[in-house]
């Protein structure tokens, strides 16, 4: 039960800061951009609004019953039942019940809402509703547990959370709405007049955003060792890189926007401007994730000098040097992990070669790939189009080394349940690669008859990067473990630069496409060497 608590913990706390974003910023959406009481608005787009709205709430409420349920199921195995009397009166626990009723308001009050969209009074109450909402997270954050400070940091970190629903809710309306447009001319006639009202609602939330954040990131990382030797940093560092990523993006749009208003609006407005907000759309929700995974980690505030790598030591995880090629046997893993079995002890000396050996050889057969991605339409375009079989390779390679690490099949009788929540997750991995490579293959190879196969790539390498960004190994982590998680917290942004990339690259036309496949695959790349240079 505890593996699954674990394991489930930090991908519900993702859905619920996906629902709260679709609340949020559906609300902010329909009240700055739609406003329907002015009755110009198409009504199937304020019930598509509504729609996504009323999904968010419920998935709030649902994902935070969930996690409530899972921390008692993982309080009484841990402890005994007796316990739990404790805990129902404990201010996560009653912030937590008092989110979901909240969240349960609000859906109730969307569906009332949706039977008359044009009272004011009812969009009123749903604003209401929908601000307690977006308090109630204040309590839900590290900040309740702060001695001092603690009333700034609660409404700075709610402020802050607020002002990044509203810019991911309201750019994913934006995207339902084009889906919209695509279909019928009337909604097309309002799309320049809503892609501005727009644009001036996310560049607001971006300014609140980042300027909460600062603050906020100061008083929980309090010195550089914290920002780029600690898990929590990295994670801030990771979602400011790739808030730079969708910030670019947001600049062309912003460029467009600002035109969109003019009599004769420029034809990006409907031939890239969409695309490109389906890609920062992507980056958000995977900031989101990554932020459900810093709000489960300490604060590198609270962590010993001992505990915090160096920037020198993370230096030199990234520096470049020679792939290690030689492999400890698997007799000396099996000897070594009988020697350690169930006990709390220092990784050995073997353990640490094996993993080398594994991370730089999947590098070396990642990067081979990548070359031939990136090089190979200039030189023999039928053979670049077969870089994707090199997955299948990778997939092989990744579960064996994993089988024969952990003494399952068929290296073992060890059953695949009792290998932990970091063996699943290496098993789901190699899955994902085996699947990537052979649908990329076809659909590379028949790109006529490929139908949706393209849009496999990007699936499975954001159920990647998902896996990755949120694969923290422990709470109070030992150096030795973050410096093998800034690894994987870099790969996950990577692969994330890839899944939107990709995304381009299939919606774009000729010749930005192109542009945007070749940054797809530098970012493979990039994800090779960090792998060949693992050390
Ligand atoms: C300059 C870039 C950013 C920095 C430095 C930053 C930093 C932080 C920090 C330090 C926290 C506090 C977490 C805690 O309670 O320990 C936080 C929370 C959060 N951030 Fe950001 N952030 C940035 C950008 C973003 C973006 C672009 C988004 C989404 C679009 C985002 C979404 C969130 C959310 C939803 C939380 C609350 C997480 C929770 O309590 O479950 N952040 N951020």
Not at 209 to 230: F, H, Q
Request: positive net charge; proline residues 5%.
């Amino acid at each position: 039960m505890l593996f699954v608590a674990d394991f489930l913990d930090t991908p519900l706390r993702g859905a619920v800061l996906v629902g709260i974003s679709l609340a949020l910023g559906g609300v902010a959406w329909a009240l700055w951009v739609l406003r329907p009481w002015q009755r110009r608005a198409p009504q199937a787009a304020v019930g598509l609004g509504l729609t996504l709205v009323c999904s968010g709430a419920a998935t709030v409420a649902t994902g935070q019953a969930l996690l409530l349920i899972l921390k008692m199921l993982e309080l009484s195995e841990s402890f005994d039942r007796d316990v739990l009397g404790s805990f129902v009166v404990t201010q996560h626990f009653l912030a937590a019940g008092a989110r979901i009723l909240v969240a349960l308001a609000v859906t109730a009050a969307v569906l009332w809402l949706r039977c008359a969209p044009d009272r004011a009074a009812r969009w009123l109450v749903v604003t209401v509703l929908s601000v307690a909402l977006a308090a109630s997270g204040a309590w839900l954050t590290h900040a309740t547990g702060r001695l001092e400070d603690r009333p700034a940091l609660m409404t700075l970190t709610a402020l802050h959370q607020t002002a990044a629903s509203v810019w991911v809710g309201g750019l994913l309306q934006l995207a339902g709405y084009w889906w919209l447009a695509r279909r019928q001319p009337l909604f097309d006639a309002l799309w320049p007049e809503l892609v501005g009202r727009f644009s001036r609602l996310a560049l607001t939330s971006v300014l609140v955003l980042v300027l909460t954040a600062l603050p906020v990131t100061w008083m929980y990382t309090a010195s550089l060792s914290g920002l780029v030797g600690t898990g929590y940093g990295a994670l801030v560092l990771t979602k400011v890189a790739l808030l730079g990523a969708a910030l670019l993006l947001a600049a062309f749009n912003w460029r467009t926007a600002r035109r969109a208003g003019e009599p004769r609006a420029p034809a990006a407005l409907r031939t890239r401007l969409p695309y490109l907000v389906e890609a920062e759309a992507i980056i958000l929700v995977m900031i989101l994730l990554t932020a459900a995974t810093l709000s489960a980690q300490p604060p590198s505030a609270d962590l010993a000098a001992a505990h915090r790598a160096t920037v020198g030591e993370v230096v030199e995880v990234f520096r470049p040097k020679l792939p290690s090629l030689h492999t400890p046997s698997v007799e000396i893993m099996r000897m070594n992990r009988a020697a350690t079995a169930g006990a709390m002890v220092e990784r050995s000396r073997a353990a640490y070669l094996w993993s080398n050996y594994s991370h730089n050889v999947a590098g070396l057969i990642l990067l081979g790939m990548s070359l031939v991605a990136l090089g190979g339409p200039i030189v023999r375009p039928a053979v670049a189009r077969q870089w994707p079989l090199g997955f299948v390779a990778l997939a092989a390679f990744l579960y064996l080394r994993a089988a024969a690490n952990e003494g399952t099949w068929p290296f073992g009788a060890l059953r695949l349940w009792e290998v932990g929540a970091e063996g699943v997750q290496h098993r789901i991995a190699a899955i994902l690669v085996l699947g990537l490579g052979v649908l990329e293959w076809r659909a590379r190879a028949h790109p006529e008859r490929s139908g949706l196969l393209p849009c496999a790539l990007p699936a499975l390498a954001a159920a990647g990067a998902v896996l990755l960004l949120t694969h923290s190994h422990t709470a109070f982590q030992a150096k030795s473990s973050f410096l093998v998680q800034v690894t994987h917290t870099t790969m996950g942004a990577l692969a994330v630069l890839l899944v939107a990339a990709r995304w381009l690259e299939l919606r774009l036309g000729p010749p930005t496409n192109r542009l945007a496949g070749a940054a797809a695959s530098g970012a493979m790349l990039m994800i090779a060497l960090v792998l060949v240079f693992y050390r």
